[in-house]
């Protein structure tokens, strides 16, 4: 039996050393279970309880009821879906006695000393069971203070919270009731509407009466005189063919209104209007763009046929209230949208006061993008080297579809950068769309995606890349926080346990950048701060006895881990493979850094197991063979022995074809699922911690994308030695010296008449 599962369930088994057919394997598995399928759009009111910078709910009910008397009770109430039974951390900062419950259970009640330090953060662990779990909390008020701060303890992990009844489901954030003079009898929980508590909550979800006797822009937008709004719905045209219908309705002003991209109806006055329009079998977008002029704003309209109304419903597919309407303004007559063109929801809309995005006909409501898929659309570091691995394993197996999802990935991210940055500026920090780019603070966050981002702008057309390329440069050259020698470390984090340290990881999550910058400016700045990078982490990470570099420096104990991590020494040497690829033969520090990727591989070619593996800990075999290192040192090696870095590329050549064979026997199964990748980490001066509690995971993109460039640089490197054996032999054959001779003599020939 293999050590992840039974040897005839393994891609060896299936392909033997056919590198394509474990590639498309993989690669099918990774896009069918991850379909590339849009964000989700949801109802989301700025006011009341809102998420702040780190990502946690505030909660300031001094602010909200001013005049609450002491001792006075306030519940929030959310709820949360779970997929299985798991676990989240609960952040909690207590400023007041605090309760919290779960599915109406008790999980934690806060003590005199937490309630006296409103600046310390209590972690309560929240089990959650399959489907919907409510939380409840209630807040007591004191003269010392009226709420709390509270959710994920990590805002590089964020979980948002959704409204728990049925009026308001779809919507994020939380409800929150109005102060009452005891305690409630019961705890809210699932299945109750707000009307089955008997009390208020907020926030306010309809109009006042006075409010609807106004046209929903002034509700809305308020009273501009001359400004432009949008109302957008679409509608169901369901009569076969070109049909004909009644558009009727009336606009407090001037007046445009487009179906399927094409004006039917254009009015320069306010009033009535009534006219018969064709429009084709389908779902179509209705448009309508009308001017403030005087007290009052608006417009309505319905569309007729003999079956009955047009079914309206929201474009954006609305999370939320039950509105076919979403709106955006104030704009102007000459910079509004472009009535025969399909706006996108992904990019903003340009505003008499700048850029804004759409609004709900709600109080303080407006649409939101959330982007829910696990995978497709991200930004993280694994996902850059997943798709990294999936561009170059798409050429190879000559996949258009693969390709095109890739593009598709960058795309969504280049279009939504914008409103992104918009997003966390509107509502104070905590975005729902790339939300390490926007709340960047570590090279973690930017620099592995944004490599793969240029690899794949060296063939095709990403709109908004360019710009996010250059915010990122931006970021590392000028921003990331460095040593007196120029070293990247890690200081000012949201994540504190890392605050302090020097990961062997961010060499990865720099130099590849760095490399394709290079590439694209033609500025040599980036590739020398790149080679400097290595000459600062080996200062102070390498273990010369071992030949191997530790995973993490600690400045707090001024001490290196000494634990050589296999994908620490992996991030390492593959970074150091792309620095090498692209570093101009006459560079200062070129031949120190090929005699450094020298004498690491020696290091780690020494911990190579006898099945071809590598292991979480590179010189402890106890510990479990690790996929994702074992990939980057086979890519590694491979490189070294295309490019000419070994002074004997024999041992290296054989050690590539053993990692091979061992990660298609031991690691990827029949249905190209890749097993034994560790999880993301943490970091530990005991190796025990990586072996016992660093464990894997089945998917893992930690290790997906990397195992790809692995078969890839497998069919690189065949190639390479099969075309220098076809050379050899040509060089070897009858007659070779003498056509050499003449192809020389040609050559000459062609030079002087040229």
Not at 445 to 468: H, N, Q, Y
Not at 553 to 574: I, M, P, S
Not at 740 to 747: E, H, I, L
């Amino acid at each position: 039996m293999g050590f992840y599962f039974e040897d005839h369930q393994s891609m060896f088994a299936q392909a033997d050393m056919r590198v394509p057919m474990t590639l498309e394997a993989i690669v099918r598995r990774y896009r069918g279970q991850n379909p590339a399928q849009p964000p989700t759009f949801r109802a989301y009111v700025n006011e009341g309880i809102v998420r702040g910078a780190d990502y946690r709910y505030q909660a300031d009910f001094n602010r909200e009821f001013p005049t609450a008397p002491m001792g006075a009770f306030v519940y929030a109430w959310a709820r949360i879906w779970s997929e299985g039974r798991t676990e989240i951390q609960f952040a909690v900062t207590v400023q007041c006695p605090t309760v919290l419950y779960r599915n109406q259970q008790r999980l934690y009640s806060s003590t005199v000393v937490e309630e006296r330090d409103p600046t310390v953060r209590q972690t309560v662990r929240v089990s959650l069971e399959p489907g919907w779990n409510h939380l409840v909390m209630r807040f007591a008020k004191t003269k010392a203070g009226f709420g709390g701060v509270f959710g994920t303890w990590l805002g590089k992990q964020p979980y948002y919270f959704l409204m728990p009844t049925a009026n308001r489901a779809g919507q994020e954030g939380w409800l929150f009731s109005e102060p009452q003079a005891k305690e409630l009898s019961f705890v809210p929980g699932n299945g109750m509407s707000e009307e089955d508590t008997g009390i208020v909550w907020l926030p306010k979800s309809q109009w006042t009466r006075k409010e609807l006797s106004h046209g929903q822009c002034r509700r809305i937008f308020g009273l501009i005189e001359g400004a432009v709004a949008e109302g957008w719905t679409r509608g169901a045209f369901l009569r076969p063919g070109e049909a004909e219908y009644d558009l009727s309705g009336y606009s407090l002003g001037p007046v445009r209104i487009s179906i399927a991209n094409r004006i039917v109806l254009a009015s320069g006055k306010a009033g009535k209007f009534s006219v018969r329009v064709t429009v084709p079998f389908g779902w179509h977008d209705v448009r309508v763009q009308t001017e403030c002029r005087g007290r009052d704003w608006g417009f309505d309209l319905v569309l007729r046929s003999p079956a009955g109304p047009v079914a309206f419903s929201s474009p954006c597919n609305l999370q939320g209230p039950a509105l076919p309407w979403i709106y955006a303004g104030p704009l102007s007559w000459e910079q509004g949208p472009d009535l025969t063109r399909s706006p996108s929801l992904y990019t903003l809309v340009r505003g008499l006061k700048g850029e804004t995005y759409w609004r709900l006909d709600a109080p303080s409501m407006w649409v939101r993008i959330y982007n829910e898929n696990p995978l497709y659309g991200r930004w993280n570091y694994p996902l850059g080297v997943t798709l990294y691995g999936l561009l170059h394993s798409a050429h190879l197996i000559d996949s258009e579809e693969t390709r095109s999802y890739i593009v598709g990935h960058m795309r969504y991210c280049g279009e939504t950068f914008d409103y992104a940055l918009w997003d966390r500026k509107q509502y104070g920090g905590a975005t729902n769309v790339h939300h390490l780019l926007t709340s960047i603070d570590s090279l973690d966050d930017c620099g592995s995606f944004g490599s793969t981002l240029l690899e794949v702008m060296k063939e095709a057309e990403i709109p908004g890349a360019r710009e996010i390329v250059d915010y990122v440069a931006d970021y590392i050259a000028n921003r990331q926080v460095r040593l007196p020698d120029g070293t990247f470390f890690r200081k000012n984090l949201m994540h504190t346990f890392h605050e302090n340290t020097l990961w062997a990881d961010d060499l990865y999550m720099s130099v590849p950048f760095l490399c394709r910058y290079f590439q694209l400016t033609g500025d040599v700045r980036y590739v020398d701060d790149a080679a400097r990078q290595f000459v600062g982490f080996r200062k102070r990470l390498f273990i010369p006895e071992k030949r191997l570099m530790s995973h993490v420096y600690d400045f707090t104990r001024n001490l290196a881990t000494g634990v050589a991590w296999g994908r620490g020494n992996g991030w390492v040497l593959f970074a150091l493979t792309e620095l090498l690829a692209v570093l101009p033969a006459n560079h200062e520090r070129k031949s120190e850094l090929v005699a450094m990727f020298r004498e690491l591989c020696s290091g780690v070619l020494a911990q190579q197991d006898a099945r071809g593996m590598w292991h979480q800990v590179l010189d402890e075999h106890d510990s479990y063979p690790e996929t994702s290192c074992t990939s980057m040192f086979a890519c590694a090696f491979a490189r070294g022995v295309r490019h000419g870095w070994f002074d004997d590329a024999s041992p290296y050549l054989a050690a590539v074809y053993r990692a091979w064979e061992a990660l298609n026997r031991t690691s990827i199964d029949r249905l190209g699922n890749v097993h034994g990748v560790c999880r993301g980490s943490e970091f530990s001066f005991t190796s025990e911690y990586y072996k016992r509690d660093l464990l894997w995971n089945l998917n893992d993109t930690h290790g997906i994308g990397i195992v790809l460039l692995a078969g890839v640089e497998v069919m690189r490197l065949t190639r390479h030695m099969q075309g220098e054996a076809e050379s050899a032999a040509a060089m070897t054959a009858p007659g070779a010296v003498e056509k050499r001779g003449r192809a020389s003599r040609a050559k000459k020939n062609r030079a002087a008449a040229r």
